[in-house]
T-cell receptor, first 115, second 113 residues
Framework: GAVVSQHPSWVICKSGTSVKIECRSL??????MFWYRQFPKQSLMLMAT?????????EQGVEKDKFLINHASLTLSTLTVTSAHPEDSSFYIC???????????FGDGTRLSIL | AQKVTQAQTEISVVEKEDVTLDCVYE???????LFWYKQPPSGELVFLIR??????QNEISGRYSWNFQKSTSSFNFTITASQVVDSAVYFC??????????FGKGTHLIIQP
């Protein structure tokens, strides 16, 4: 149980392109989903917290107009990187949980490479 | 705000050795949870354990064990009889309430055959 599916797993695209990443909880309803970013050999940094039906809460330093998050249902959240540039290249990973204090279950991540 | 220190950046041991990964955390919350996750080379994050701050009993799961010392704010992780498949980056993380997890920098564990 507690499976989170993240798609796509790998994206390579040109600078200026917008990229959408999907995060789905397959066998549970996720009241909250989180988006993290991990640069090579570094830790995961929380980007934003997404509650179903509400606007996402962004961490300090994360541009909300660049990283658009939509959490339209209890099983799906999307992250859109708008007008991506090479510095946005990173490993993006989502997580989902049923309720507060429950473990977060992570997707397999998306490796984004902007040329 | 929470903070995590995983002082060991990298540990290398020979297979079958026991190894302990240290985790020291800071939190102002009176109630909190502590988590350990494993990130193998393939990149996905695997949940290992969740510990409630009220429960200081040590936990054992197969070759894995955890020692929670609230007095020293530590939540250390021991792998007994390590195996090559244990090679990964391990993250300690407090949190789990309304906020996301605060990850430590991780400990890269290398198990040599």
């Amino acid at each position: 149980g507690a499976v989170v599916s993240q798609h796509p797993s790998w994206v390579i695209c040109k600078s200026g392109t917008s990229v959408k990443i999907e995060c789905r909880s397959l066998d549970f309803q996720a009241t909250t989903m989180f988006w993290y970013r991990q640069f090579p050999k570094q830790s995961l940094m929380l980007m934003a917290t997404s509650n179903e039906g509400s606007k996402a809460t962004y961490e300090q330093g994360v541009e909300k107009d660049k990283f658009l998050i939509n959490h339209a249902s209890l099983t799906l959240s999307t992250l859109t990187v708008t007008s991506a540039h090479p510095e946005d290249s990173s490993f993006y990973i989502c997580s989902a949980r049923e309720s507060a204090y429950q473990p977060q279950h992570f997707g397999d991540g998306t490796r984004l490479s902007i040329l | 705000a929470q903070k995590v220190t995983q002082a060991q950046t990298e540990i290398s041991v020979v297979e079958k050795e026991d190894v302990t990964l240290d985790c020291v955390y800071e939190t102002r919350d009176t109630t909190y949870y502590l988590f350990w996750y494993k990130q193998p080379p393939s990149g996905e994050l695997v949940f290992l354990i969740r510990r409630n701050s009220f429960d200081e009993q040590n936990e054992i799961s197969g070759r894995y064990s955890w020692n929670f010392q609230k007095s020293t704010s530590s939540f250390n992780f021991t792998i007994t009889a390590s195996q090559v498949v244990d090679s990964a980056v391990y993250f300690c993380a407090p949190g789990g309430g309304a906020d996301g997890l605060t990850f430590g920098k991780g400990t890269h564990l290398i198990i040599q055959p």
